[in-house]
């Protein structure tokens, strides 16, 4: 998945109904929740069904909102009579624990509605880029120097960790180099500059030693 500034039209338009829906599921998980005598709730057959259907999103829907630029973590100070360490935790990965921290739902609502802000003021840009060559060649690009690291991955490596390192950074430079350099030659090859290209090499020659 890319950065929200780094999609086309349909996939804006496409983050922008799963965020609503999900937004509209635990408006209704949590207005339809039953509590018993001692305020514990109980979630009903009806509300199981809702339950489930949120968990299936929530790891899609924490990085849609992430990618939107936002950080999905809260600081959690516990009460000073009752004490305990400050925790960080994620509010949308936490959807159903946020009763143990004294959190409301409406902190979930907060995240989804300024996620939807970023990518509603984004769709005229997102249908403009997507009738821009230039942003599918970066596309291009992109995809190209990312194959290496796929194929780490399917081997069994740590990508993640690898990239992280040193030796991972001047990796993934590389690459990016080689599949700019890609990019481009089979861009001027399709322009029928292939002729340039060598003459250029040709002089390039001529000047050294």
């Known amino acids: 998945m890319n950065f929200y500034s780094q999609i086309p039209f349909w996939e804006n338009k ?8 999900f937004k509209e599921s635990i408006e209704h ?3 339809d929740l039953e509590y018993d005598a001692l305020g514990d709730p109980m979630v009903t057959e009806k509300g199981m069904k809702v339950r489930s259907s949120i968990n299936k999103k929530i790891d899609y829907i924490g990085d849609v909102i992430r990618l939107a630029g936002i950080n999905t973590k809260i600081t959690y100070y516990p009460p000073p009579a009752i004490g305990g360490p400050v925790t960080t935790l994620d509010v949308i990965e936490n959807t159903f624990n946020l009763r143990s921290f004294s959190i409301t739902p409406i902190e979930i609502i907060d995240q989804l509605d300024k996620a939807l802000g970023i990518y509603e003021a984004d769709e005229k840009r997102a249908f ?6 230039f942003f599918w060649m970066g596309r291009l690009f992109v995809w190209l ?11 069994g490596f740590d990508v993640v960790k690898i990239q992280t390192t040193i030796w991972g ?3 993934k430079l590389f690459f990016d180099c080689v599949a700019f350099a890609a990019g481009v030659l089979t861009i001027f090859q399709v322009l029928g500059y292939v002729g340039v290209l060598q003459s250029l090499k040709a002089i390039i020659d001529s000047m050294l030693p």
């Open 169 to 171: 950074k001047l990796l």
């Open 145 to 155: 120097s990312s194959l290496p690291f796929m194929f780490l991955h399917h081997a």
């Open 29 to 31: 998980y949590f207005q």
């Open 128 to 133: 403009i880029r997507t009738f821009n060559p």
């Open 14 to 21: 496409l983050r922008q109904r799963e965020l609503n829906s």
